[in-house]
């Protein structure tokens, strides 16, 4: 154990953008807590690969939809690392159809793990972050796009955009920021499964910069906010992603 690391809790790490926000913030010199629902041996996958690289990291399985759950994830980060510094909230899910095709269970899933999980892990965060943490939400470049068939989706992370904003003024005076990242289409399995090669080709091209985000580049910007250069950025939504909007 080493008290000199910075601990952050990754939220949904076990694969796509979680994942390379690990390994980055494990290669910048973090103690990483990988967070994982169902995906135990990608997670276990992920620590192994940070520690062969000389770095620190546990896997914690919460669901982030479960306060209790999530509650217990950041007790067994103080009991292994002795406190926590920063959180990224990536865990996600998204399931696209208009607005009239979406049935409750749509809506309900989406709002539990998208927006009261980014609740339940900021509520964590708010009362137990070390003065001087980061708290790095996501959202999507939907909340400014607006396409059909992302009602839903959209509407859970434009919340988490607002409870960023007001999260960060009310942590006025214990000198945490908090902001978000708004990816644009980014390859992993949320934004490629189930879509055929030609739609994937033409959103890949919508951006100016005519490609689709990697993990990496998000995992750069989640790294940016995290680490001493964006320590001046606070109540923030970057939109990574390519000049798409
Ligand atoms: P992936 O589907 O590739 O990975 C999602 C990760 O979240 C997995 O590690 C999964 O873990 C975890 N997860 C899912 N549900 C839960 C839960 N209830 N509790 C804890 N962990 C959970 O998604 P991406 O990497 O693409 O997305 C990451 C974030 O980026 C999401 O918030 C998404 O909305 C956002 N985003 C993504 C974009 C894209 O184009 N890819 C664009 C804009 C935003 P497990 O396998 O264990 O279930």
Redesign the pocket.
């Known amino acids: 154990m080493s008290q000199e690391r910075k601990v952050a809790i990754v939220?949904?790490?076990?694969?796509?953008?979680?994942?390379a926000v690990a390994e980055r913030l494990a290669r910048d010199g973090f103690t990483i807590v990988v967070?994982?629902?169902?995906?135990?041996a990608?997670?276990e996958t992920r620590v192994q690969k940070i520690k062969a690289a000389g770095g620190q990291a546990i896997t914690a399985q919460?669901?982030?939809?479960d306060a209790a759950a999530v509650a217990r994830m950041f007790e067994s980060a103080e009991v292994a690392f002795g406190g926590v510094d920063v959180l990224v909230n990536?865990?996600?899910?998204?399931t696209v159809a208009t607005i009239a095709d979406s049935d409750d269970a749509l809506f309900d899933r989406q709002i539990a793990?998208?927006l009261k999980?980014s609740f339940n892990t900021m509520r964590e965060a708010a009362k137990r972050l070390r003065d001087g943490g980061r708290i790095i939400n996501?959202?999507?470049?939907?909340v400014g796009l607006l396409q059909p068939t992302y009602g839903v989706?959209a509407a859970t992370?434009a919340g988490v955009e607002a409870m960023t904003s007001i999260l960060a003024k009310e942590l006025r005076g214990r000198n945490i920021s908090v902001n978000s990242v708004?990816?644009?289409?980014?390859?992993?399995?949320?934004?490629l499964n189930g879509k055929p090669q030609d739609v994937i080709d033409r959103l890949a091209k919508l951006a100016p910069l005519e490609r689709l985000?990697t993990?990496e580049d998000?995992a750069a910007s989640v790294a940016f906010l995290a680490g001493p250069d964006g320590s001046w950025i606070n109540g923030q939504t970057l939109r990574a992603n390519g000049g798409i909007i």
């Open positions: 939220t949904g790490a076990s694969r796509g953008i979680g994942a967070n994982y629902a169902g995906g135990a990608e997670a919460a669901d982030v939809a990536n865990a996600g899910i998204m793990v998208n999980g996501f959202s999507s470049s939907v989706y992370k708004a990816p644009g289409p980014t390859a992993t399995g949320l934004f985000g993990p998000i």
